[in-house]
């Protein structure tokens, strides 16, 4: 099979099992249909009757269509999905007083369960009572008002049922779909953006720069011989380096700005609208908050230390590759620099002063 085609397949499947999106409204409403129609063929045999229920069905279908494609309606998605539910309801109304003959009620379920999906608990309340009493004046219908009321709680009962078990269900999906997407853009370790969200994010910034011929900067971080510190401590000790400097990086930017784990022992940040000198000054503003940093490792304080590559849009590059290239080359130019520049090794601390780390006097 076409490795094309199945992605497609899985990708259609996927989202008709998706309960979540507004489409609810519409499958719930081919549901609705299909289940009146059963009705229809099952009470009626006359040619007339199949003419009213297409007629009834047109109307449906145009109301319906109208509250989930207009403008007004789509800015305005509680009052969408509560228009919908009227129309589901009306839709049944009339299909029971003209063609669908006893049992439609039952139908009722199928509005109420699109309120508990897409509407606030109030509103799913107020649903729920008009689906209650439109089953009640239905049910008298067919008892020929020998319907005893006393029984309407128990028959009730289960339309009530339905519409907490369903609201309820849906909160709790929405929670966790909430917790799902967070977690698939963040760094487990850190917190961070991954570079997945990270790279999203960026795109959309970077067309927005393109639009409005602003410019933004991106700065490369590596932590100076990370490799070195595991060696000499464990990951362990390796993995609460990565979080203080994640948690320091954070502190550097503001919120309009970007800072992703990069992977490894590097992270990425995104300045919005900044030039060179404010580049800079984050550049040292993040060396000197990741410094301030002080861990134990073996019952000694010490500090650590990081590389910093910054490039410009657009005097560093023209697309996002040659922006982040950029800013790669330049932190490898600054670990050079910090290499050259060092202390003298000692044999006894030569693990130690590779991995970047100074003892704090």
Not at 173 to 197: C, P
Not at 217 to 238: F, P, T
Request: glycine share 6%; proline share 2%; net charge neutral.
């Amino acid at each position: 099979m076409d490795p094309n085609a199945r992605k497609q397949g899985s990708s259609f499947f996927g989202s008709w099992l998706d309960w979540s999106r507004n489409t609810v409204t519409i499958r719930l409403s081919i549901l609705l249909v299909a289940a009146t129609a059963l009705h229809v063929i099952s009470n009626r045999d006359s040619g007339p009757a199949y003419a009213v229920f297409l007629g009834e069905l047109v109307v449906f279908a145009v109301a319906l269509l109208l509250t989930q494609y207009l403008a007004a309606f789509k800015s305005a998605p509680r009052v969408q999905a509560a228009v919908a539910s009227s129309c589901m309801i009306l839709f049944i109304l009339v299909a029971a007083l003209t063609v669908a003959g006893p049992g439609t009620f039952m139908l009722l379920f199928i509005p109420v369960i699109n309120a508990a999906l897409r509407l606030s608990y109030r509103h799913t309340l107020m649903v729920t009572v008009a689906c209650g009493l439109i089953w009640v004046f239905l049910r008298s219908q067919e008892m020929g008002g020998q319907f005893l009321y006393f029984s309407l709680f128990a028959e009730l009962l289960p339309l009530v049922l339905v519409a907490v078990v369903i609201k309820a269900l849906s909160g709790d999906v929405l929670i966790a779909r909430n917790r799902i997407t967070a977690l698939s853009y963040q760094d487990e370790l850190t917190g961070l953006l991954n570079m997945r969200a990270f790279t999203r994010l960026l795109q959309s910034e970077h067309q927005k720069a393109e639009i409005t011929e602003s410019t933004y900067a991106i700065l490369m971080i590596d932590i100076d011989g990370l490799q070195a510190l595991n060696d000499s401590y464990g990951h362990e000790q390796g993995n609460r380096v990565l979080v203080a400097v994640g948690d320091a990086l954070k502190r550097s930017i503001r919120s309009a700005d970007l800072v992703a784990r990069y992977g490894g022992d590097e992270f990425v940040i995104y300045l919005s609208g900044v030039d060179d000198a404010a580049a800079q000054e984050v550049c040292n503003r993040v060396s000197q908050n990741v410094y301030n940093i002080t861990l134990s490792f073996e019952r000694k304080m010490q500090r650590v230390r990081v590389n910093v590559g910054m490039a410009i849009y657009p005097d560093s590059g023209a697309t996002i590759q040659e922006i982040m290239t950029f800013a790669d080359r330049a932190m490898y130019r600054d670990k050079e620099f910090h290499r050259r520049t060092g202390p003298a090794k000692k044999s006894a601390d030569e693990g130690r002063e590779q991995a970047g780390v100074e003892y704090w006097d």
